[in-house]
Nanobody, 123 residues
Framework: VQLVESGGGLVQAGGSLRLSCAASGLSFSGSGIGWFRQAPGKAREFVAGISWSGSLISYADSVKGRFTISRDNAKKTMYLQMNSLKPEDTAVYLC?????????????????WGQGTLVTVSS
């Protein structure tokens, strides 16, 4: 199983970025998917997730209304559109997959992780 993120970079506050995560080696359509982030010296935190069925979409309160998670099962790719970025959004963003799971907010549901992509938001 391999998850590979892309799309990170440096952006000014108020700007936008779109992260992508390409998956291989797993049943992507049968997996819950999620994005997490980890800032220096802080614990990894949930950002957004979609259940395998697509019926459940969850966001952290800190990103609601600014970030949008989506998936393309045909391309085995997940996305995170990030708008109105703030300096406090600066972190390494990681994608993850949870086979057969609808509990996308629970970090323990995720069996597979990408290496992460750095997002830096300057003030």
């Amino acid at each position: 199983v391999q998850l590979v993120e892309s799309g990170g970079g440096l952006v000014q506050a108020g700007g936008s970025l779109r992260l992508s995560c390409a998956a291989s080696g797993l049943s992507f359509s049968g997996s819950g998917i999620g994005w997490f982030r980890q800032a220096p010296g802080k614990a990894r935190e949930f950002v957004a997730g979609i259940s395998w069925s697509g019926s459940l979409i969850s966001y952290a309160d800190s990103v609601k209304g600014r970030f949008t998670i989506s998936r393309d099962n045909a391309k085995k790719t997940m996305y995170l559109q990030m708008n109105s970025l703030k300096p406090e959004d600066t972190a390494v963003y990681l994608c993850a997959a949870a086979p057969g799971s609808n509990f996308v907010k629970d970090i323990r549901s995720y069996a597979y992780w990408g290496q992460g992509t750095l997002v830096t938001v300057s003030s």
